[in-house]
């Protein structure tokens, strides 16, 4: 077991900003994690799980310990004409695994291609993309409790999926470290989920006409490139912000001004509205301050143009977050995980 002691974070986090850590650790199964949780250098120390660090701002050092997931693995644990259970770590890639799924004719997770990120984060937020979210094809996970170091196994309903939330960002908070999840993919012929944005669009301009999970793959992955900064080229968490749900009436009196305003259906009900056209509309888009600003081309995402700190980007997204108020009376929540 290696501890690192004043752990330089910049590695670790797709902002890229400076933040050091007292301590930083890995582990790739649950009794390595148990080891770590009960020694006594690391007692009393706050905790802090990390996969990939893409939805994360450190707005200063992290005074606890940091512990890298890497648990590995893809397996399939059974499997029946229609579908197959994939059960990974929580140490794998997200598009690693989206792309070994889509590889091996197994659909459901193809729309969420290219989203940053490790396995053992994606319940936590339910991420989602062109729609579909993780919940779709969902069927457990296993997760360390803190608290007595048992195995506790999720089904769907526990999770509490929603719209960017899950049980793990809410009662289950810091109480849980995510070690596998179990998704229920199916086996052809797949059900295609090509009406969201513009996947239909770019599969006419690839002039595929009968699209496979593979093609829907490409078609995400290449709208997600054209507008969505590489992390390693520069730095962000994607979006800052969530798409925000507003009163039917709220949402009249916007398009009464604007009737080109992007507005969908919720599901929990009310209308959710484009943060990144309010943010655009406010005058953020490819706004710079120096070191940081909002990038050019999705006013959704803020971004490190070098030198950055995690407190000047959190700065302006109060400054953004305030001025969407002051003239849409829209409150915007933040989406990436504040530090
Ligand atoms: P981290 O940033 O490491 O962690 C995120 C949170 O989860 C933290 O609170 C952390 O403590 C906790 N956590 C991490 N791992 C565990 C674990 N094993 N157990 C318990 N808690 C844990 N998100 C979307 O939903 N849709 C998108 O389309 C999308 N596009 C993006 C595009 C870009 C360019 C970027 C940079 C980000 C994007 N994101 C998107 C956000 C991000 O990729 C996802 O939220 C992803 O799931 C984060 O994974 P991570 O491993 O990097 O999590
Ligand atoms: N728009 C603007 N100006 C902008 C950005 C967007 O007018 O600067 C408009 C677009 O023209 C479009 C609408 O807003 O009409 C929605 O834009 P887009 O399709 O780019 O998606 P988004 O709502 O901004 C959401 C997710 C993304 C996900 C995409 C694709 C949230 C908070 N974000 O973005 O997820 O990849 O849809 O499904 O729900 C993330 O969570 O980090 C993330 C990147």
């Not at 029946?80 to 259970?85: K, Q, Y």
């Not at 339910?126 to 969902?138: L, R």
């Not at 209308?271 to 953020?284: D, N, T």
Request: hydrophobic fraction near 40%.
């Amino acid at each position: 077991m290696q501890i690192i002691r004043q752990a330089d974070l910049r590695p670790f986090n797709t902002f890229g900003v400076p933040a050091r850590a007292e301590a930083l650790v890995r582990f790739s199964d649950a009794d390595q994690l148990r080891t770590l949780l009960a020694a006594p250098d690391l007692a009393g120390l706050p905790r802090l799980f990390l996969g990939g660090g893409s939805n994360v701002l450190f707005t200063r050092d992290w005074p606890g310990v940091v512990l890298l997931n890497e648990v590995p693995g893809i397996t399939v644990m059974k499997e029946d004409e229609r579908h197959v259970w994939v059960k990974a770590g929580a140490g794998v890639f997200w598009h690693d695994l989206v792309l070994h799924c889509v590889d091996h004719g197994w659909g459901g997770l193809e729309n969420l291609s290219l989203i940053p990120g490790k396995v053992g984060a994606a319940p936590m937020q339910n991420i989602g993309a062109y729609g579909v979210e993780i919940k779709d094809t969902f069927h457990e996970l296993e997760a360390l409790r803190l608290s007595d170091g048992a195995l506790v196994t999720f089904d769907r309903a526990a999770c509490a999926f929603g719209y960017r939330e899950s049980f793990f960002k809410r009662a289950g908070k810091d109480q849980y470290a995510i070690l596998h999840v179990t998704f229920q993919l199916t086996k052809a012929p797949h059900t295609l989920n090509t009406s969201y944005g513009n996947i239909q669009q770019e599969l006419d301009r690839q002039g595929i006409t009968h699209p496979t999970i593979k093609d829907v793959s490409n078609a995400v992955i290449a709208i997600r490139r054209s507008k969505l900064p590489d992390p390693a080229v520069l730095g962000n968490a994607g979006s800052f912000f969530k798409n925000p749900v507003v009163s039917e009436a709220l949402a009249q009196r916007i398009k009464a001004d604007h009737p080109e305003a992007p507005t969908y259906p919720a599901a929990e009900g009310g209308v959710k509205l484009a943060a990144g056209w309010l943010i655009e509309q406010a005058g953020w888009k490819g706004h710079r301050a120096n070191s940081h600003g909002v990038h050019d081309k999705q006013a959704l995402v803020l971004v490190n143009h070098g030198g950055a700190t995690g407190q000047a980007i959190y700065d302006l997204s109060e400054q953004v977050l305030q001025s969407v108020k002051a003239r849409f009376g829209v409150e915007l929540e933040r989406e990436v995980n504040i530090l």
